[in-house]
């Protein structure tokens, strides 16, 4: 066990090291000159923190978000979270297009709250036993208020600024000064951590979680402010990253189970260092152009996700 | 002791308990028998407030149930359902822990180990502490459940057919583990039991339900009669003696294959001998 996260460690560090070497602007880490070091602190530094930061935090609140609906088969970008954060921006920059960032941060957060609880209620009235039916509400879900944003966003000449937020998200915008509210979403999965046991003991089952004299109500609330205020960052500051919330958690659970308070770090890191690949491949692959990486991610995810449908665990 | 004043409950229209007044003493092994949808399991979670109560009044140890924090009563109480599922996938020691929670909430002490320790040792779980629930079988599964629930470490300790799923030695060893509890550290206990035998042999107190009432509760002498069984189940139930306890046999009827389901006013249409 020691070895293999020594290993993970050490992929993660090589991986970090390669996202700063590369990108369109070419320079020598060794020179350390004046122009390296600015593109370094001003362009490669923040973005590979921010894909850091947004693996991390997406693959901890895909973990959240399926023990708050006990479901395997969710994540936090197929619950209509990130779509209502649209919603809730969209709407701000109609009705108060001079609010400053952070109001409008928090009226995303506040709409994607909102949207979680809508998908928490529908999923409340399926049948349990239906397991699949829970991500088909999700997708159904997030279609339904993606086009309500496009036809709001259509109506008054904004396709082209709401795009940016549901197309698969990239990271080549990223510079100093416009992703620092991806340490907020950092943030609360950092909080998640510490309640890592409620959210364990929440998947146990309302009657054993009752019997153990957890009140699952304030676990769910924490649960959706995680989930929502986590998409909603990275919705708004890099748009839509499928997979990655629903497969780090899936592939981590096979290996460690389900015990969270051990789990999350392990899910955070490998959130990140799948992120981060998946951002280099789309930086190599036809330098010095870019291929998003949510587009990237959208095969790379689809292919682990299939994988791990035909090879279920022991038991499903 | 519990408890238990007018208490009643409905599932949508239909009623399901009948104003039930019910005393259960402390430092005794309870067990709660009658046939299947008598309303044994709906008592149960309502003393273990995994149900909302509708009406009446419940106390634990002078902890009124509806006022008292559900952290609280996770203190005074350990409860485990009937076929709870857990679909989490965690090692057998990670779910006995989890029944410190109550405890620690999350910063496990020495004394909370320890706790663990023993609660998988009762159990016979040493050897498979580190497999996953769904790497286990049924009767495995329910004895990590059953450890969890000892694990807490509470004065009462509410199962609901808790021999579910195990052999006859895994059940005889679970109810010597009840026994020891109650007579030896003083808690107290409260199970249904299907197996009246159990009942029989084990309990210091047996409580009777159909129908959603109490119809008869005392010493095994008193309740595992003919009389109060063969009404009890409507099936005729003959009553020998073992170890100076009742011991209770029914026959298999092979001569009357083909009868019509026993329903209550059929049974006595079978002969009893
Ligand atoms: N969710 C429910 N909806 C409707 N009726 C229910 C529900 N749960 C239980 N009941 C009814 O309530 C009555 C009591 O059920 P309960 O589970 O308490 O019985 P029980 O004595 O535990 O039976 P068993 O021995 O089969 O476990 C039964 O008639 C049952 O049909
Ligand atoms: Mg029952």
Redesign the pocket.
Known sequence: MKARVAVAGLLLLLLTLASLGVGAASIDLRAADGWTLLVLMESRLPRTLAVLLTGAALAVAGVVIQSLVRNRFVGPDTAGTGESAALGLLAVTLLAPAAPIWVKMIAASLAAMAGTALFMAIVRRLPVREVMLVPIAGLILSGIIGSVVTWIAWQHDLLQFVATWLMSGEFSGVIAGRYELLWVAGLAALLAWSAADRFAILSLGDQVATGLGLSSRGVMRLGMVVVSVVSALVVTTVGMIPFVGLVVPNIVARIMGDNLRASIPVVAAGGAGLLLACDLIGRILRHPYEIPVGTILGIVGSLIFLWLLYRPAAHG | MIRINGLSHH??P?P?LHDINLTLPRGKLVALI????????????LIARLEPLQRGRVEIDGLDLASTPTERLALAMAVMG?QTQIASRLRVAELVGFGRWPHHQGRPRPADREAVENALEAFGLGPLRHRFLDEISGGQAQRAHLAMTFAQGTDWLLL??PLNNLDMAHSRALMARLAELVRGSGRSVVT?V?EVNYAAAWADHIVA?KG?RIVAEGPADTVLTEQVLSDLYDTPIEVSRHDSRPLVLHHHWHDQLGAPYPKASDADRFPLH
């Open positions: 599932i949508g239909a399901i009658g046939p299947n949808g008598a309303g044994k399991s709906t008592l149960l979670r009937q609901d057919e249904v299907h339900m959603g």
